[in-house]
């Protein structure tokens, strides 16, 4: 009996952490997109959302979520004002909301000023709100209170910047990169100091002329060492060691701009790159060991590789979903394609997976649900009523989607 009651406790336990994981960067932990989440459901209707709530404003960006609040940003495009809300888990209220004027920017119709998704630990949530006049980032508590703004200079780019931040322990990570320009505007990695903003390193970098709007992750070497890994245009995949912020190893093989985070895959690092509304090269990397270099495990080159929609590892299973619709499952090691199917729609939002299910939304606002396994199987398609280019989130035992006015709180299946 006391050997049930201590097995019993430690599932409680171990269900209890899964439960309250917290969603803390866009594609949330290390950006993999991967939820411990039980039970979330698969088909749902009106009925069956635990809340919504309407936005103050539109945007693109995706929700973040620690404990009793998420965190999420809309904007008044014409009037290029930003805002960012904490809402109650519980009931979609709003708790606070914070404006910020900004110097109106020329963008891409598809982009928005509210693109970025915000990062966040257990005392601050921090946004970046980058224009062609001022990328700004700006620290706030989690009841709304401003601790520090710094301010960064321009970013200049076609299409407008979209830069979604990360953290690495009291390090807040970005990248501020250029188009070509006669402005003596330079391109650069920065890490922040969480406390007060200040620049703790930044890593002068030639970007070939194109920005990259990818957001690095964490990986380990094989002496358990952290670094962190970035994706771009001139340098493909790029190892940075957190704390000194000096480049590590460099693997280059892109020849135009990243757009799509790096996943990873057991032993490889796998990015993409695209331009001209699609993708380009799907490249995996093995990363530098202390006896090799890094080198490129293999690369495609086909209408198969998504420029928009960051890709996701289950299983040893590699997923893209394209930005024309075509989502496309790979052997991750190899690259050997699985499967190819069209179940609906334009992805520029990326996948998470629940529970071997993946979700993506797509352009039109439908909620897609796949089976992430070697074979095809197509479980739900749950249309939310408005476009939207956002990826879910997961925390609590919840699932939170956001469109372009909207967040929708969808919890779990009743048995």
Same mark, same amino acid.
């Given at each position: 009996m006391k050997k049930l009651v201590v097995v019993l406790a430690l599932v409680f336990c171990l269900y209890s952490h899964a439960s309250a994981q917290e969603w803390t960067r866009f594609r949330g932990p290390n950006g993999q997109g991967h939820s411990h989440a039980k039970n979330i459901r698969?088909?749902?209707?009106?009925?069956?959302?635990?809340?919504?709530?309407?936005?103050?404003?539109?945007?693109?960006?995706?929700?973040?979520?620690?404990?009793?609040?998420?965190?999420?940003?809309?904007?008044?495009?014409?009037? !290029?004002? !930003?805002?960012?809300? !904490?809402?109650?888990? @519980?009931?979609?209220?709003?708790?606070?909301?914070?404006?910020?004027?900004?110097?109106?920017?020329?963008?891409?119709?598809?982009?928005?000023? @509210?693109?970025?998704?915000?990062?966040?630990?257990?005392?601050?949530?921090?946004v970046i709100w980058p224009t062609a006049k001022e990328l700004s980032v700006i620290a706030l508590d989690h009841d709304g209170n401003e601790q520090w703004r710094k301010e960064f200079g321009p970013v200049y780019s076609k299409h407008g910047p979209c830069v979604s931040p990360m953290l690495y322990g009291d390090l807040v990570v970005f990248t501020q990169e250029q188009r070509t320009n006669d402005k003596g505007l330079k391109s650069r990695w920065l890490a922040l100091d969480c406390n007060d903003g200040q620049i703790r390193w930044e890593i002068p970098r030639d970007n070939g002329g194109f920005i990259s709007h990818a957001t690095p992750c964490v990986n380990a070497d094989d002496s358990g060492h952290d670094y962190l890994v970035f994706s771009s245009l001139v340098y493909g995949i790029s190892a940075v060691d957190p704390k000194e912020g000096s480049i590590l190893w460099e693997q280059p093989g892109f020849s135009v701009r990243a757009l799509t985070s790096p996943v990873l895959a057991e032993n490889l690092i796998i990015a993409t790159c695209g331009s001209g509304a699609s993708g380009k090269t799907l490249m995996a990397v093995r990363p530098a060991s202390k006896t090799k270099p890094a080198n490129v495990a293999y690369k495609i080159e086909d209408r198969?590789?998504?420029?928009?929609?960051?890709?996701?590892?289950?299983?040893?299973?590699?997923?893209?979903?394209?930005?024309?619709?075509?989502?496309?499952?790979?052997? @991750?090691?190899?690259?050997?394609?699985?499967? !190819?199917?069209?179940?609906?729609?334009?992805?520029?939002?990326?996948?998470?997976c629940v529970e071997d299910r993946l979700y993506c939304m797509n352009v039109d606002g439908d909620v897609v649900v796949l089976s992430a396994a070697d074979e095809y199987e197509l479980l739900a398609v749950n249309p939310l009523g408005e476009k939207t280019q956002a990826t879910p989130a997961v925390a609590g035992g919840i699932m939170y989607l956001r469109t372009q006015t909207k967040v929708f709180a969808v919890g779990q299946a009743k048995d």
């Open positions: 698969v088909k749902w209707s009106v009925k069956d959302y635990l809340w919504t709530a309407d936005l103050p404003g539109t945007g693109h960006s995706s929700p973040v979520i620690w404990g009793d609040k998420l965190f999420i940003t809309c904007c008044d495009q014409k009037q !290029a004002r !930003a805002s960012i809300l !904490a809402l109650s888990t @519980a009931d979609g209220q709003t708790l606070w909301q914070k404006d910020y004027q900004l110097i109106d920017s020329p963008m891409n119709k598809l982009n928005s000023y @509210a693109a970025s998704a915000p990062a966040l630990d257990k005392d601050r949530v921090f198969t590789v998504p420029f928009v929609s960051s890709a996701i590892v289950v299983n040893d299973l590699l997923f893209t979903f394209h930005d024309q619709g075509q989502v496309v499952c790979r052997d @991750a090691q190899t690259g050997v394609l699985k499967w !190819a199917e069209k179940p609906g729609g334009r992805f520029f939002g990326s996948p998470i």
